[in-house]
């Protein structure tokens, strides 16, 4: 598996022409998707043979992950302290699961070339709207799964950037869906009432429509999301994450590395 072809489905998803009728009408599609519901997902985007090897790939790596287990803040750009006990900015969720990232990754392997093939790039800075996009250069967190196996979730947050891209590899046979509220929050409102009520329950939140072989590219800065817990699954839920920045030679801060690399159980509690 060598072409982009091998990887992606072209006929549906044509990323490789995107000045053709065909290809801008795709990127309208998406960028219609996500002004109206934050949110990119393409059923089918990863082909199904391809999608079978990168997943066993994943699952043959399965016991050298990290586990990440600790509580965290969704405002974790933010300075939380004064607020009452109830207030969103003093709740924290559980952020819990297995963790890979790029230095254990087969530097050949199917998760690293698909990240490197440009017209991925290409395809996600047209959608995204940038003048320019560069793969993150970071050695661990440019690319990295997400292992979750039963009792694991990653609680409620934000991003601290739009354009989070993920793959879904490989979903539970129970739970693991992925929740969200569309653009909940902006620059000059962050809608505390309507965040506490999606956290008690009282809102529901939208579930995504992504099976294995999705490709999703989320506004997460301003939608509040999680994956819920996952249930009983003899498989494990494996997404598959890409990093990309509008400056060349983008490293993650030594702070969210080590969060990664040296996992520990102490509490996030924002800036």
Known sequence: MDALADFIDLERYPIDDLESCAGRTLIESCQGMMGERAICALKGFLRPVLLQAISDEV????????????????YGWLKNAGFSTSHPRS??????????????LDPE???????????????????????????????????????????????????????AVSLVLQSAEEGGD???????????EENYDRVGAIFSGEETPDLADAPAGTFILFMGRRSLHRVAPIGRSRRSRQTL????????????????????LEP???PFLGQ
């Open 178 to 188: 992925f929740e969200y509220a569309p653009l909940i929050r902006s620059e000059e």
């Open 264 to 266: 520990s159980g102490e």
């Open 241 to 260: 994450l890409f990093s990309y920045d509008r400056q060349p030679g983008m490293f993650f801060p030594e702070k969210i590395r080590k969060r990664m």
């Open 59 to 74: 699952t043959h790596l399965e016991s050298t992950m990290r586990r990440v287990d600790f509580p965290a803040t969704p």
């Open 91 to 104: 709740r924290v969720f559980d952020r819990r699961c297995g963790v890979l990232t790029r230095d254990q």
């Open 109 to 163: 392997g199917l998760c690293v070339r698909l990240f490197q093939f440009p017209e991925l790039t290409e395809f996600v800075r047209q959608l995204l709207g940038y003048e320019q996009l560069f793969n993150s250069a970071c050695p661990n967190i440019s690319v990295r799964l997400n292992i979750m196996e039963p009792g694991d979730e990653f609680g409620w947050h934000y991003d601290t950037n739009d354009g």
